[in-house]
Protein backbone atom coordinates (compact mmCIF):
# COMPACT_ATOMS: atom_id res chain seq x y z
CA UNK A 1 0.00 0.00 0.00
CA UNK A 2 1.86 3.12 -1.44
CA UNK A 3 1.99 5.98 1.85
CA UNK A 4 0.36 9.41 1.60
CA UNK A 5 1.94 12.07 3.36
CA UNK A 6 0.32 15.86 4.46
CA UNK A 7 2.78 18.23 3.38
CA UNK A 8 3.69 21.72 5.25
CA UNK A 9 3.60 24.69 3.31
CA UNK A 10 6.68 25.42 4.65
CA UNK A 11 8.96 22.83 2.16
CA UNK A 12 9.86 24.73 -0.76
CA UNK A 13 8.38 23.87 -2.90
CA UNK A 14 8.44 26.56 -6.42
CA UNK A 15 7.06 25.05 -9.48
CA UNK A 16 4.26 22.94 -10.95
CA UNK A 17 3.07 21.19 -13.56
CA UNK A 18 -0.46 19.46 -14.34
CA UNK A 19 -0.29 17.33 -17.62
CA UNK A 20 -4.32 16.49 -17.13
CA UNK A 21 -7.08 17.45 -14.74
CA UNK A 22 -5.49 14.55 -12.28
CA UNK A 23 -1.61 14.11 -12.68
CA UNK A 24 0.35 17.18 -11.46
CA UNK A 25 3.79 17.76 -9.70
CA UNK A 26 5.52 20.26 -7.25
CA UNK A 27 8.81 20.12 -6.96
CA UNK A 28 11.38 22.50 -5.47
CA UNK A 29 14.53 21.27 -3.22
CA UNK A 30 16.01 17.47 -3.01
CA UNK A 31 16.71 18.06 1.05
CA UNK A 32 12.74 19.14 1.47
CA UNK A 33 10.52 16.07 -0.28
CA UNK A 34 12.04 17.73 -3.91
CA UNK A 35 9.46 16.17 -5.16
CA UNK A 36 5.59 15.41 -4.83
CA UNK A 37 2.69 14.14 -7.06
CA UNK A 38 -1.03 13.85 -7.24
CA UNK A 39 -3.02 11.51 -9.44
CA UNK A 40 -6.57 12.61 -7.87
CA UNK A 41 -6.48 16.43 -8.79
CA UNK A 42 -4.41 17.52 -5.76
CA UNK A 43 -6.63 15.83 -3.06
CA UNK A 44 -3.47 14.02 -1.55
CA UNK A 45 -0.02 14.29 -2.47
CA UNK A 46 2.69 11.65 -2.69
CA UNK A 47 6.34 12.31 -2.24
CA UNK A 48 9.02 11.25 -5.24
CA UNK A 49 11.55 8.85 -5.38
CA UNK A 50 14.94 11.96 -6.21
CA UNK A 51 18.32 10.30 -6.25
CA UNK A 52 19.02 12.78 -3.20
CA UNK A 53 22.31 10.95 -2.75
CA UNK A 54 23.69 12.71 -6.25
CA UNK A 55 22.92 16.18 -5.45
CA UNK A 56 21.12 18.79 -2.75
CA UNK A 57 20.38 21.63 -5.13
CA UNK A 58 17.22 23.92 -6.05
CA UNK A 59 14.69 21.96 -8.92
CA UNK A 60 13.61 25.09 -10.87
CA UNK A 61 11.01 23.16 -13.53
CA UNK A 62 8.74 20.33 -14.19
CA UNK A 63 7.75 19.10 -17.69
CA UNK A 64 5.12 16.12 -18.56
CA UNK A 65 4.40 14.72 -22.08
CA UNK A 66 1.99 11.83 -20.74
CA UNK A 67 1.08 10.97 -17.46
CA UNK A 68 4.28 8.88 -17.06
CA UNK A 69 6.94 9.97 -18.84
CA UNK A 70 8.38 13.37 -17.51
CA UNK A 71 11.44 15.57 -16.81
CA UNK A 72 13.06 18.13 -14.45
CA UNK A 73 15.48 20.50 -14.86
CA UNK A 74 17.70 22.37 -11.75
CA UNK A 75 20.69 23.62 -10.62
CA UNK A 76 24.07 22.98 -11.63
CA UNK A 77 22.75 21.24 -15.03
CA UNK A 78 20.60 19.21 -13.15
CA UNK A 79 18.03 16.96 -15.52
CA UNK A 80 15.94 14.02 -14.38
CA UNK A 81 13.56 11.21 -16.18
CA UNK A 82 11.03 9.36 -15.37
CA UNK A 83 9.18 7.12 -17.39
CA UNK A 84 6.33 6.26 -14.52
CA UNK A 85 4.58 9.00 -13.58
CA UNK A 86 7.41 9.90 -11.32
CA UNK A 87 7.57 6.91 -8.70
CA UNK A 88 11.29 7.02 -9.76
CA UNK A 89 13.76 9.68 -11.26
CA UNK A 90 17.64 8.98 -12.85
CA UNK A 91 19.55 11.72 -13.45
CA UNK A 92 20.73 12.10 -17.12
CA UNK A 93 24.48 13.70 -18.15
CA UNK A 94 23.56 17.20 -19.46
CA UNK A 95 27.40 18.34 -19.71
CA UNK A 96 26.61 21.84 -18.29
CA UNK A 97 27.43 22.82 -14.86
CA UNK A 98 25.02 26.21 -15.23
CA UNK A 99 21.47 26.87 -13.87
CA UNK A 100 19.13 25.22 -15.86
CA UNK A 101 15.63 27.08 -15.50
CA UNK A 102 12.82 25.91 -17.89
CA UNK A 103 12.36 22.28 -20.23
CA UNK A 104 9.58 21.85 -22.82
CA UNK A 105 8.78 18.76 -25.37
CA UNK A 106 7.18 18.65 -28.24
CA UNK A 107 6.75 14.93 -28.24
CA UNK A 108 8.40 11.91 -25.75
CA UNK A 109 11.61 12.24 -28.12
CA UNK A 110 12.18 15.98 -28.89
CA UNK A 111 12.90 18.68 -25.90
CA UNK A 112 14.91 21.79 -25.12
CA UNK A 113 16.05 22.90 -21.59
CA UNK A 114 17.15 26.66 -20.76
CA UNK A 115 18.83 28.02 -18.64
CA UNK A 116 21.97 30.81 -17.48
CA UNK A 117 24.38 31.77 -19.66
CA UNK A 118 22.45 31.08 -22.81
CA UNK A 119 22.78 28.00 -22.02
CA UNK A 120 20.54 25.88 -24.68
CA UNK A 121 20.32 21.77 -24.66
CA UNK A 122 18.43 19.60 -27.20
CA UNK A 123 17.20 15.97 -26.94
CA UNK A 124 15.93 13.77 -29.97
CA UNK A 125 16.18 10.79 -27.53
CA UNK A 126 13.66 11.23 -24.69
CA UNK A 127 16.27 13.00 -23.19
CA UNK A 128 18.62 10.61 -22.94
CA UNK A 129 21.42 12.56 -24.26
CA UNK A 130 21.40 16.53 -24.30
CA UNK A 131 23.47 18.27 -26.60
CA UNK A 132 24.96 21.82 -26.42
CA UNK A 133 23.48 24.53 -28.94
CA UNK A 134 25.20 27.59 -29.81
CA UNK A 135 22.87 30.94 -28.59
CA UNK A 136 25.35 33.56 -29.17
CA UNK A 137 24.72 34.88 -26.08
CA UNK A 138 25.43 35.02 -22.59
CA UNK A 139 21.32 36.22 -21.54
CA UNK A 140 19.37 34.29 -19.54
CA UNK A 141 16.43 32.04 -20.57
CA UNK A 142 13.61 31.37 -18.46
CA UNK A 143 11.02 29.97 -21.05
CA UNK A 144 10.87 27.73 -23.78
CA UNK A 145 8.61 26.36 -25.76
CA UNK A 146 8.46 24.35 -29.84
CA UNK A 147 5.60 25.63 -32.13
CA UNK A 148 7.28 22.85 -34.32
CA UNK A 149 9.56 20.35 -34.79
CA UNK A 150 11.74 22.98 -36.47
CA UNK A 151 10.94 26.02 -34.78
CA UNK A 152 11.81 26.81 -30.66
CA UNK A 153 11.38 30.15 -28.66
CA UNK A 154 13.41 30.77 -25.70
CA UNK A 155 12.34 34.05 -23.72
CA UNK A 156 14.31 35.89 -20.86
CA UNK A 157 16.65 38.45 -20.98
CA UNK A 158 15.32 38.83 -24.71
CA UNK A 159 13.74 36.90 -26.81
CA UNK A 160 15.48 34.10 -29.04
CA UNK A 161 14.15 32.07 -31.76
CA UNK A 162 15.15 29.06 -34.06
CA UNK A 163 13.74 27.63 -37.21
CA UNK A 164 16.14 24.92 -37.65
CA UNK A 165 15.89 22.72 -34.47
CA UNK A 166 18.17 24.34 -32.53
CA UNK A 167 21.30 24.52 -34.09
CA UNK A 168 21.29 28.71 -34.97
CA UNK A 169 19.41 31.14 -32.78
CA UNK A 170 18.06 34.30 -33.67
CA UNK A 171 17.32 38.07 -31.15
CA UNK A 172 13.61 38.93 -32.00
CA UNK A 173 12.48 42.29 -31.09
CA UNK A 174 9.16 43.36 -29.81
CA UNK A 175 8.00 47.20 -30.21
CA UNK A 176 7.34 48.95 -28.56
CA UNK A 177 9.31 47.22 -24.79
CA UNK A 178 9.47 49.44 -22.46
CA UNK A 179 11.58 46.64 -20.35
CA UNK A 180 13.20 43.99 -22.55
CA UNK A 181 12.80 41.27 -20.07
CA UNK A 182 10.59 37.89 -20.38
CA UNK A 183 9.18 35.65 -17.82
CA UNK A 184 7.29 33.36 -19.77
CA UNK A 185 6.47 32.47 -24.00
CA UNK A 186 3.71 30.08 -24.58
CA UNK A 187 1.91 29.10 -28.23
CA UNK A 188 -1.45 27.35 -28.37
CA UNK A 189 0.00 26.42 -31.85
CA UNK A 190 2.11 27.90 -34.39
CA UNK A 191 0.98 31.48 -34.87
CA UNK A 192 -0.79 32.12 -32.03
CA UNK A 193 1.26 32.91 -28.88
CA UNK A 194 1.61 34.89 -26.19
CA UNK A 195 4.48 36.13 -23.86
CA UNK A 196 4.75 37.84 -20.56
CA UNK A 197 7.04 41.02 -20.44
CA UNK A 198 8.27 42.29 -17.11
CA UNK A 199 5.78 45.56 -17.45
CA UNK A 200 3.37 44.08 -20.11
CA UNK A 201 2.09 40.92 -22.27
CA UNK A 202 2.26 40.86 -26.11
CA UNK A 203 0.33 38.15 -28.48
CA UNK A 204 1.04 37.33 -32.05
CA UNK A 205 -1.14 35.34 -34.44
CA UNK A 206 0.70 35.40 -37.54
CA UNK A 207 3.70 32.93 -35.36
CA UNK A 208 5.75 36.02 -34.34
CA UNK A 209 6.33 38.09 -37.28
CA UNK A 210 3.95 41.15 -35.22
CA UNK A 211 3.61 41.26 -31.43
CA UNK A 212 0.98 43.63 -29.79
CA UNK A 213 0.77 45.23 -26.68
CA UNK A 214 -2.09 43.46 -24.81
CA UNK A 215 -4.61 46.60 -23.30
CA UNK A 216 -5.50 46.81 -19.80
CA UNK A 217 -3.15 44.41 -18.41
CA UNK A 218 0.31 45.33 -16.19
CA UNK A 219 2.89 43.49 -14.32
CA UNK A 220 1.94 40.19 -15.75
CA UNK A 221 3.01 36.54 -13.87
CA UNK A 222 1.44 34.29 -15.35
CA UNK A 223 -0.35 32.76 -18.57
CA UNK A 224 -2.15 30.10 -19.03
CA UNK A 225 -4.30 28.75 -21.92
CA UNK A 226 -7.18 27.45 -20.75
CA UNK A 227 -9.05 26.33 -24.44
CA UNK A 228 -7.52 27.18 -27.89
CA UNK A 229 -10.12 30.28 -27.09
CA UNK A 230 -9.37 31.66 -24.24
CA UNK A 231 -6.10 32.45 -22.21
CA UNK A 232 -5.77 34.07 -18.85
CA UNK A 233 -3.35 36.02 -17.45
CA UNK A 234 -2.12 36.75 -13.65
CA UNK A 235 -0.60 39.99 -12.81
CA UNK A 236 -1.94 43.12 -10.62
CA UNK A 237 -5.14 41.30 -10.96
CA UNK A 238 -6.83 38.27 -13.51
CA UNK A 239 -7.42 38.77 -16.90
CA UNK A 240 -9.38 36.69 -19.73
CA UNK A 241 -8.58 37.45 -23.22
CA UNK A 242 -11.22 35.91 -25.94
CA UNK A 243 -9.81 35.22 -29.61
CA UNK A 244 -11.92 34.73 -32.49
CA UNK A 245 -10.71 33.47 -35.46
CA UNK A 246 -7.08 34.47 -33.94
CA UNK A 247 -7.97 38.37 -33.10
CA UNK A 248 -7.99 38.99 -29.58
CA UNK A 249 -10.81 40.78 -28.36
CA UNK A 250 -11.56 42.97 -25.53
CA UNK A 251 -10.49 41.41 -22.13
CA UNK A 252 -12.82 40.69 -19.54
CA UNK A 253 -11.42 41.81 -15.77
CA UNK A 254 -12.00 38.62 -13.19
CA UNK A 255 -11.70 40.84 -9.56
CA UNK A 256 -9.09 40.04 -7.17
CA UNK A 257 -9.90 40.13 -3.34
CA UNK A 258 -6.43 40.92 -1.79
CA UNK A 259 -5.42 39.84 1.95
CA UNK A 260 -3.77 36.96 3.78
CA UNK A 261 -7.26 34.55 3.48
CA UNK A 262 -10.23 35.17 1.75
CA UNK A 263 -13.51 33.63 2.91
CA UNK A 264 -16.75 33.23 0.90
CA UNK A 265 -20.45 31.57 1.96
CA UNK A 266 -21.30 28.30 1.48
CA UNK A 267 -24.97 28.64 2.59
CA UNK A 268 -27.11 30.81 4.36
CA UNK A 269 -26.39 31.13 8.12
CA UNK A 270 -24.73 32.99 10.90
CA UNK A 271 -21.55 35.47 10.75
CA UNK A 272 -20.39 33.74 13.78
CA UNK A 273 -20.68 29.86 12.77
CA UNK A 274 -17.91 28.38 10.73
CA UNK A 275 -20.65 26.21 8.90
CA UNK A 276 -21.42 29.61 6.97
CA UNK A 277 -18.07 30.01 5.54
CA UNK A 278 -15.72 27.96 2.59
CA UNK A 279 -12.31 27.74 4.98
CA UNK A 280 -14.69 26.72 8.29
CA UNK A 281 -13.43 29.23 10.08
CA UNK A 282 -15.43 32.71 11.45
CA UNK A 283 -13.85 36.16 9.42
CA UNK A 284 -11.89 38.53 11.45
CA UNK A 285 -10.60 41.88 10.49
CA UNK A 286 -7.79 40.84 8.53
CA UNK A 287 -10.10 38.70 5.93
CA UNK A 288 -11.87 39.52 2.80
CA UNK A 289 -15.25 37.95 3.00
CA UNK A 290 -17.30 37.71 -0.41
CA UNK A 291 -21.36 36.82 0.91
CA UNK A 292 -22.61 34.93 -2.71
CA UNK A 293 -25.36 35.64 -4.33
CA UNK A 294 -28.67 34.16 -2.68
CA UNK A 295 -27.44 33.32 0.64
CA UNK A 296 -28.33 35.38 3.99
CA UNK A 297 -25.95 35.82 6.58
CA UNK A 298 -27.11 37.19 9.91
CA UNK A 299 -25.19 39.69 12.43
CA UNK A 300 -25.87 37.79 16.19
CA UNK A 301 -26.13 40.88 18.84
CA UNK A 302 -24.15 39.12 20.85
CA UNK A 303 -20.98 38.24 18.76
CA UNK A 304 -19.63 41.76 17.34
CA UNK A 305 -18.58 41.06 13.41
CA UNK A 306 -15.83 42.30 11.29
CA UNK A 307 -13.61 41.75 8.29
CA UNK A 308 -11.06 43.53 5.99
CA UNK A 309 -13.65 44.16 2.74
CA UNK A 310 -16.42 42.67 2.35
CA UNK A 311 -18.30 41.99 -1.38
CA UNK A 312 -21.96 41.60 -1.11
CA UNK A 313 -22.84 39.65 -4.34
CA UNK A 314 -26.27 40.57 -6.19
CA UNK A 315 -28.87 38.83 -4.93
CA UNK A 316 -26.85 38.02 -1.08
CA UNK A 317 -28.36 39.55 1.92
CA UNK A 318 -26.13 41.31 5.01
CA UNK A 319 -28.44 41.06 7.80
CA UNK A 320 -27.95 44.10 10.88
CA UNK A 321 -30.66 43.97 13.37
CA UNK A 322 -31.00 46.58 16.00
CA UNK A 323 -28.12 46.10 18.24
CA UNK A 324 -25.88 44.26 16.31
CA UNK A 325 -21.91 45.74 15.90
CA UNK A 326 -20.29 44.96 12.02
CA UNK A 327 -16.93 46.06 10.94
CA UNK A 328 -15.40 46.40 7.51
CA UNK A 329 -12.82 49.02 5.67
CA UNK A 330 -14.74 48.66 2.58
CA UNK A 331 -18.05 47.17 1.19
CA UNK A 332 -18.59 46.80 -2.13
Known amino acids: MEETTTFSKHLGLYRYFFVNNTHGWLIGRPSNNGCIATVDGGQTWTAQNLPTNNFNDLLHNVYFINPLEGWIVGANGIILKTTDGGNNWIRKTSNTNYRLINVHFLNSQQGC ?193 NCKNLYIESGAVLNCPTGSSFEAKSWN
Open 113 to 305: AVGENGIILTTSDGGESWVKQKSNTTERFLSVQYTTSLTVWAAGDNLYKTTNGGETWLKQSIEPVVVNSFKQIQFQDEYNGWILGSVDAFFTNDGGIKWSKAPHLANPKKIHFYSPTEVWIVGNNIMKFQSVNGCPSDLVAIPVLTGPTKLQTVNSGNWESPASWNCGIVPTVTQDVIIKSSHRININPLYPA
